[in-house]
């Protein structure tokens, strides 16, 4: 399978960072950077090809930066994810897919499902926020494959932000796991 991976905001944070925890020092874009090697690793070692574009280019709006959808859709990929951390004062993770009744919103279902029985291995109450649909997500209305968004965990959350800070590691084989469960063929949300 072709696997293309979106790590959330520009490389290096410039000229967009995402969401920010001043107190720590953590940068979304950093964070996305970091899980989305690993879960590349993890996909890699099950035998896939996998494609990784960081831009803040995503359907055009930023000439001169590499389109995501774009080359996404030019690569033909299997299976589309961008990976993020989330901010606003909540706690845990939530996944959004284009349609729930779509290919994209078992994959959402599977990557949810074991994000978060990963994460609760070390942190019980670590919250599930579901499945969300949003077709106005530009990763997800412009991409011609299953597709989904992450937002992996909250960046201003002390508990999530120290998930995301010590345990990368947990949420990438948590997305990881959930790509190799959808493409079971007896897996049905």
């Known amino acids: 399978m ?7 905001h520009a ?3 410039r000229p967009d960072p995402g969401a920010v925890n001043k107190e720590l020092g953590l940068v979304e874009a950093d964070l996305t950077a970091k899980i989305t090697a690993v879960c590349r690793r993890y996909l890699i070692g099950n035998g ?13 709006e930023a000439p001169g930066y590499p389109n ?6 030019e690569w033909y990929a299997d299976f589309f994810l961008s990976i993020h951390v989330n901010a606003g004062g909540g706690r845990g993770c939530e996944t959004y897919c284009y349609d729930i009744d779509s290919a994209g919103g078992k994959l959402a279902v599977s990557i949810q499902k074991n994000l978060v029985a990963n994460i609760r291995a070390l942190d019980p109450t670590f919250p599930d926020r579901g499945i969300k649909e949003d077709p106005n997500l530009a990763v997800l209305r412009g991409t011609r494959m299953p597709a989904i968004l992450v ?34 063929p007896t897996f049905v949300h």
């Open 2 to 8: 072709n696997i293309f991976l979106n790590p959330g």
């Open 11 to 13: 490389p290096g944070g």
């Open 48 to 60: 896939h090809e996998v494609k990784v574009l960081q831009s803040h280019n995503l359907m055009g």
């Open 68 to 73: 995501v959808v774009i080359t996404a859709n």
């Open 151 to 184: 937002e992996t965990a909250f960046i201003d959350n002390q508990d999530d932000a120290w998930l995301l800070q010590h345990y990368p590691d947990i949420f990438a084989h948590g997305i990881a796991s959930g790509v190799e469960e959808a493409l079971q």
